[in-house]
């Protein structure tokens, strides 16, 4: 008696697991595509932060660097081109 009401049980569990409902997946489908979006947008975070610096990103660094170690003034370092910098 015991048996047949473990494989009863055991039966409908299976039948259980392997039967979903409309909700459960959609609920599933929902979340995959959230992790989806999640991934595609880290990805092209980490791609956006891999790009090198722009020139006037570069100059700006430059200028920085030389008011700070070299004493130069701004006045000094506007009038200059890049290649001077």
Not at 6 to 15: G, I, K, N
Not at 56 to 69: G, S
Not at 74 to 80: A, L, P, R, T
């Amino acid at each position: 008696m015991m048996d047949a009401d473990y494989e009863l049980a055991a039966r409908l569990q299976e039948e259980e697991q392997g039967e979903l409902t409309i909700e459960e997946y959609s609920r599933l489908f929902v979340e995959l595509m959230d992790k989806r979006k999640k991934h595609f947008t880290k990805l092209k975070a980490e791609e956006h932060g891999r790009k090198p610096p722009a020139k006037a990103q570069k100059r700006n660094q430059m200028c920085i660097y030389l008011k700070n170690m070299a004493g130069f003034t701004h006045s000094q370092i506007k009038n200059k081109s890049f290649d001077e910098v």
